[in-house]
Every structure is written in structure tokens, then in C-alpha cells.
């Protein structure tokens, strides 16, 4: 008998396996303990000093087992008051750790810890270097050659307007960096008056056309400073050629002769052609002529030049366009997504028949016969009869009104072209009209053809009630456009909506939406036939007949999106469970989801009942007086429910 310890989160217990496990001959005290890492959450394995099992410590609070596979040693788990099912029994109460365990575990822990951190905190470059590397060698020059021309011909007018786009500004960088000057110092107005006064201004320009003077004193400026009489570049060759004459001798002042002329030239080149600029004054410009004139200095007016003018305009450009492009960008989204309301599908494309829509016959009956109109397959002519131009299905949300639609489309083999009317709601003015001009344009050019407008709503309220006159605009269109049909034209508009009440009167008199087919909610038989559809793909344990009248039996005002969503839940928790085939109690399941939503079961189960109850009074399983679910295990009308 081998005896080994358990810890639980509560404490410590030694225990005694009756069935006398024993521990076999680990290579390393390593592998064991990462085994036992890995399955539980907290572990820990001892081994005597020859690597013999002696006892494990292992915490978890649920009931798992463990096994080393390779030595046959099977642990049994226990619960956290001790006891265990197979075998191992705690024949003492919880004891505190001994000391020798405690520090082992405490080791252990702190480990456990740094390596958990320094796993957090670890770039993990090897291994980030070698993907990388791996991905590197795929990768060949031939397919990213292939992949761009791809992209290049996918995106042709994108990518012509970024390259223009890149080109334009590419020239006006190169434009400004060619034509830079170096521009004159800036100076107050009251420093070219002192100038004037001190005599020390030699020439002056008024530019014509701003406000701008320019002018030159007999003092040159290097970088920001004007240098003094002394400063000035002949006096400062002949003041440094001396010093240095007197220093070191004839040989070295050439040199340096050689480069301060160079300095002093590459001053002068790089040196505006004005050293200063300031600002007219207003009224002063009859004192400043006089005083200029008194003190004799040479003065004149002259336009600005081409190349400058060309630079201050071409800045003037990209400052005041620059800020502006996102705002350009978006407006060009819209104006280009508004010439593309409607997408065009056609009949091969749709995959969706009349079979796929069942439980609303009555509305399935009416759009066949606008099917059988547009195909020829009925001629209404003959008799004087006209093809109905709209037809508005009507009904609450799910019902099947969209899918009712495509139907039509995928039936009638002619250009579909589906729109939501959330669609012509538009930012700007007259947009949304231009939208529903452009849709109807294109559906006349592929007549005979079908408009589907979902959610009509948005765009067919009532004129008049609100200040949106935008709303208004578009849906004078779609009336205009509606009673624009020529006689010949084969253009059917079909329109969805929940909320037929708010419709404007004009959009459903006779000759626009002349037709209004309700599309309400499924009986009992509709739901068994709309969940057959449903069920066609999905695998089942059970006889998909007695399922479908199991659900449509329990889910009395549930439209078609409710069912098919039933189903689909259906099939996660079958999924989620890992099993092969949904069973009745995943269909249960997903029942009682789709009715009280997700929560917790202790809520569910009164809930549940008691709602159940109220929807089937007829059912006794569910009135409380023979409620088999009392022992926590049964689920409604006394379905077992996974719990
Ligand atoms: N009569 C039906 N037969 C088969 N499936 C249906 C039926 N009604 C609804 N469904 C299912 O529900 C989904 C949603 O239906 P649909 O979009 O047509 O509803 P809707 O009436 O247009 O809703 P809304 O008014 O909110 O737009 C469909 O894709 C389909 O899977």
C-alpha cells in the first residue's frame, strides 16, 4: 500500500489508496511535475531520492483523475471535502502542511510564479525569428510580381488618382525647392524711418500691389545679424589677412586668405537680393516719398515677379488644400457611392426559390402570379390588364419579407435590383433623389426587371411632418418615378415594410403600390413546414418530422427568423457538446433560449415552468401538480434538459 498525500484547496490530507497504487520510475522529477501542471490547475508530486513515486499532492476541485500513462500509476481526484470515488480514502481531518511539504510547495509556487512572469514578459524572439524566416523562404519575387500587377489592374482608377495625386505634389516640391530665395529680413516699419533718417539706406522698392517695401542698407547682413562698418566683408579679408600675416607669416595667411574669400563669396551668393522688408503704413506714404527724397536715396516701385508670384500662389494652394483633402475625400465617397445605389444581381447568382419560403402561402401565391406575368408565362394584356407596378409586403419583423423577395428574384430569371431605402437617405441636398432617378434609369434599360426597396419606411413617411425636406425630395421622386413607368415598361417594384401606417397615402394609391400583401405570422403548420426548411442540412437523432412538430407545437407567435434561429442554436449546443447529431434535449434547449434568452439556471428553471405553464395551462406536466422537475433534474414537459 502506497500512502500519498492530497492537497485541497481547503487544506491537506493524507490519504491511503486502497487499491494500492504505487508510483513507477520516473526519468526525471521534471516530466512529472509538468504533466501534472499542465492537467490540473494546482499539483504537486513527490518522489523519493531513487525517483520512486512516493506520494502526489494535487488540488482541484472537481472530481479528474490522473495518469502518467507510461508507468500505469492512476491517481484518483478528489472533491474538496476528502473523499474520492475510487479507491482513495482521507482517513484523517485536514492537518496543516508539513513543514518539509509546505516548503517544497512553497518552492514550487514561487517558480511556478517567475516562470509564469518571465513567460509574460519574454519577447520570445527565437521562435518569432523562425516564423519569420519560414515565411520569408515562401515567399517568392514571381508571386508578389503576380500579386501586385493583381492589385494594380483590381484598382486602376485608384491607383491612377494616388500616382497623380503623388506626381502633382512631387512637382511642387521640386518647383519650390528649385525657386527658393533667400527671402529678406523682416524688419518694423519705424526701423526703415531710423534707416532713412540715419542715412544708412541705399535703395528702396515699393512693391505695386501690397503693401510690401523693400530696401538695402550700406550695412550687409550675414544670417540674422546686420553686421557694423567694421564688420563689413572687404575690411573683414584685409582685419584677418593682417592678423594672420602677423601671426604665422606670408605662407599661411594665403591660405587663409584663399578661404575666407570663399566664406565671404558663399555669403554674398546665398544673400537675398533686398536685406530687408516691412510693411506699409497707412496714410504715411506721403512722408516716407519726402523724407526719401530729401535724403536723396534711390527709390521705386515694381510689380511682383512671375517665378514669386508663381511660389506664393502655389503655397497658397497646398496650405488651404492640404487641411482640406479628408474633407474632399469623403465628399468624392459619397458622390461615388451615390452613383451606385443599386447592386445589380442576376437570376443565376440567386440561390433562394420559392421552396425556401414556406408558412406564407397567400403572399407566395400573389408575387408567383407577378413571376408568371413578367415571364409571358400569363397574358394579362390580352384581357386589358395591366402589370401591377408595386407591390408593398407588410408584416412584423422576420417574417419572411426580404427572403420573400429574393425569391422572386431567384424564380423570375429577370434583373434583380435590391436596395434598403436607408440608402437614398442622404447628407446633401437632392442626393437622394438623384439615387432613385439613376436606380429606376437602369432598371428600364434592363427591362423586364424587379426593384426590391427594403425597409420603405425610411424613405415613405408621410411628407410634410418633419423639417427634412431632403426626405421630402427623395420620396417625391420615387412617386414621380413610379407613375413614370411607360405602359410597355416591365419594371415591378417590390417594397418590405413593418410599419405600413406611417406610409405616405400617395405611395400606396392604386398605380404606385397598388398591391399590398401581408406577410404575417406563421400557424402551426406554417412553423412545421418553415423549420423542414430549416432542418433540411442539419443532422438529427430523432425523426425530423417528430421534431419540427415538437417546436412548431411549443412556439406559438414565433415568425420564421425566430425558428430558424431555434434551429441554429440547436446545432451550436449539439457542437458545443461535441456531439454527432442534435438530439431533442439540444432542440429543448435552444427553446427555452429563444424564449427567456440565456441566463442562469437556478432562474431559468422556476421561470421557465411557470411560463410554460401560463402558455399551456392543457399540459399537467407543466401546472405544477405533477411537475417532475422537483428533483432539479427534468426540464419542460418533462424533457430531461442538460443541466
Ligand atoms: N417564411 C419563411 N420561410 C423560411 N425561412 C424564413 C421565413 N421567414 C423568415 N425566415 C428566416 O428568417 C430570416 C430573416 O427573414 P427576413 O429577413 O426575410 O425577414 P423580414 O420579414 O424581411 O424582416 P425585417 O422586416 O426585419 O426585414 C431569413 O433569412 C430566413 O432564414
Redesign the pocket.
Known sequence: MASFSVVCNTGFFPVQNKLGVHGGKPKSLGRYRDFCCNSFSSSFLRFDKDCNFEHGLFCNSELRSLSNGKSGVWLQGFNNSGKSKQGLRCYNKIEPLANENSANKQINLGKKRSSKLRKRFSLRLRPRLRLLAIRLRRVSIRSILVDVVIFLRNNVRRVTLFTSISVALGMCYLFLRLTAMPSPKMVPYSELITSIRNESVTKVLLEEGSRRIYYNTNCPIIGNTQLSNEELPSNRIENMADDVASDDGQQSSQALNVNVVKQLSATRSSAPEWQFSTRKVDHDEKFLLSLMREKGITYGSAPQSLLMSMRTTLITIISLWIPLMPLMWLLYRQLSAANSPAKKRRPDNQLVGFD?????DAAKLELMEIVLCLQGAINYNKLGAKLPRGVL?V????????????AVAGEAGVPFFTVSASEFVEMFVGRGAARIRDLFNVARKNSPSIIFI??IDAVGTKRGRSFNDERDQTLNQLLTEMDGFESGSKVVVVA???RPEVLDPALCRPGRFSRKVV?GE?DED?RR??LA??LRGVPLEENANLICDLIASLTPGF???????IVNEAALLAARRGGESVTREDVMEAIERAKFGINDKRFKRSTISNELGKLFPWMPSLTGKNNTRQDGQQGPLGYQTLS
Not at 356 to 360: Q, Y
Not at 395 to 406: C, E, F, M, S
Open positions: 425556401d419560403v414556406e408558412g406564407v409586403l408584416g412584423p419583423p422576420g417574417t419572411g419579407k426580404t427572403l420573400l423577395a429574393r427594403d425597409e418590405a415594410t413593418n406577410v406563421p406554417g413546414k418553415i426548411v430549416h415568425v420564421g427568423a425566430d425558428l430558424a434561429n
